[in-house]
């Protein structure tokens, strides 16, 4: 089963839109964190935000908001006045307790933005 | 400081061979991580390693797949007997520690073709 879900494979928007990223996960942990990561066209991952499974509020960074609701299991990412520069694959994931004792990763399969001039 | 780097960048190889990708992560990270990317998929995750611990292999494809990190510092991701199919971006990624909040730092990948 997906534990980490990114249903928009690929999203356009014209410069200066708002557009949202979805992110919807699954665990039966009651401890758990989110990551956004932002996969540019060079390719280089670089991460954005964490958000812990006890920490609801909202965050915001510069046109940068993240929207985190457990009720959901959603924590989806929003830009706002997108830009040319924006441009680029975003991962969300999941990092759990795994079976042996240690955390594991879960990537979702990413959703590529493409802000177009 | 330097960040996680990889080579080759970039690796053509024909089917068959052995190829060898190495990552070297950030000074102090005891948590290394590989994944694998094909073209225009997410991250399916490989192989990892934190601190003297066995390494979690449950990502491996195949037996043809492994990978070592001495001295809980460089690791080398070994591919025998190439497919075609392992055509993708290998990428590594460290983390300073093995806890749940810890951020992966990638590096750049290494591209391989398998001809």
């Known amino acids: 089963a997906q534990k980490v879900t990114q249903a928009q494979t690929e999203i356009s928007v014209v410069e200066k839109e708002d557009v949202t990223l979805d992110c919807v996960y699954e665990t039966r942990d009651t401890t758990y964190y989110l990551f956004w990561y932002k996969q540019p066209p060079s390719g280089e991952l670089v991460f954005l935000i964490r958000?812990?499974?006890?920490?609801?509020q909202n965050e915001i960074s510069g046109r940068y908001s993240w929207n985190f609701q457990k009720s959901t299991s959603s924590f989806n990412f929003t830009i706002t006045a997108s830009q040319v520069v924006d441009s680029a694959v975003y991962f969300c994931a999941l990092s759990e307790l795994y079976d042996s004792g240690t955390y594991k990763y879960i990537f979702g399969t990413g959703t590529r933005l493409k802000v177009l001039a | 400081g330097a960040g996680v780097s990889q080579s080759p960048s970039n690796k053509v190889t024909e089917k068959g061979k052995d190829v060898e990708l190495r990552c070297d992560p950030i000074s102090g990270h005891t948590a290394l991580y590989w994944y694998r990317q094909s073209l225009g998929q997410g991250l399916e995750f490989l192989i990892y390693f934190q601190g003297n611990s066995a390494p979690d292999k449950s990502g491996l494809p195949s037996d043809r797949f492994s990978a070592e990190r001495t001295g809980g510092s460089v690791s080398t991701l070994t591919i025998q007997r190439t497919q075609q199919e392992d055509s993708a971006v290998y990428l590594c990624?460290?983390?300073?520690?093995?806890?749940?909040?810890?951020?992966?730092?990638f590096g750049p990948g290494t591209r391989l073709t398998v001809l």
């Open positions: 958000r812990n499974s006890f920490d609801e």
């Open positions: 990624a460290s983390s300073p520690g093995a806890g749940a909040y810890n951020e992966q730092f």
